[in-house]
């Protein structure tokens, strides 16, 4: 059984551009999270998506955004990036039914300069 | 103050030793309790997974779960240095949607 994919695994960016990363969860699975993880803040949630809804979201600034397909590929766009939004983005991907095991992909390292 | 905390470390031990991990937190709204094990630049790996009070075993790994006093723990028996790695706790609510509070997890060194 495949993991979660998450693509590109390495983004460099400009301040002031926007990115879009994508993560493809387990088979079967249909809630999608994304995390933030950076050294001073650890890990931090930004939103969680099932069957293509948005039912959770964290406290980040609107330039973060999401979407999840009907086939439960989610996602992310930060847009105006800024230098603090260098970071490690990992989705997680559960059945979203109830509170059940959480996996997570091998996620994307952002940075911006 | 942090809705869960967690020892930094670094924790060292020789192999062979038992490594015990602990977090404590402070919303006694989390039932569900786990953790993960993350290699530097990967992603976190899921080691246990435990809903509310109570003890699981898994292998070389036991998680414990102490509701009455926030607190929870991790024990790894017969540690190898391929158990060198950050570990992390992390919990959730009843209908929290993937919204998991994560300790800042602990960096352990297993030494041979």
């Known amino acids: 059984k495949a993991g979660v994919t998450q693509t590109p695994r390495y983004l460099i960016k400009t301040r002031g551009q926007q990115v879009t990363l994508s993560c493809s969860p387990i088979?079967?699975?249909?809630?999608v999270s994304w995390y933030q993880q950076t050294p001073g803040q650890g890990l931090q949630f930004l939103f969680e998506?099932?069957?293509?809804?948005?039912?959770n979201k964290g406290n980040f600034p609107g330039r973060f955004s999401g979407r999840q397909f009907s086939n439960s590929r989610s996602e992310m766009n930060v847009s105006t990036l800024e230098l603090g939004d260098s970071a490690l983005y990992l989705c997680?991907?559960?059945?979203?039914?109830?509170?059940?095991?959480?996996?997570f992909g091998q996620g994307t390292r952002l940075t911006v300069v | 103050q942090k809705e869960v905390e967690q020892d930094p470390g670094p924790l060292s031990v020789p192999e062979g030793a038992i490594v015990s991990l602990n977090c404590t937190y402070s919303?006694?709204?989390?039932?569900?309790f786990m953790w993960y094990r993350q290699y530097s630049r990967k992603g976190p790996e899921l080691l246990m997974y435990?809903?509310?009070?109570g003890n699981k075993e898994d292998g070389r790994f036991t998680a414990q779960v102490d509701k009455s006093s926030k607190y929870i723990s991790l024990f790894i028996r017969d540690s190898q240095p391929s158990d060198s790695a950050t570990y992390l706790c992390?919990?959730?609510?009843?209908?929290?949607?993937?919204?998991?509070?994560f300790g800042a997890g602990t960096q352990v060194v297993v030494t041979p």
């Open positions: 088979s079967g699975h249909r809630s």
């Open positions: 997680a991907s559960s059945q979203g039914l109830g509170n059940t095991e959480a996996f």
């Open positions: 992390a919990m959730s609510a009843p209908d929290s949607w993937g919204k998991f509070q």
């Open positions: 435990t809903y509310s009070s």
């Open positions: 919303n006694s709204a989390f039932q569900y």
């Open positions: 998506y099932f069957s293509e809804t948005q039912r």
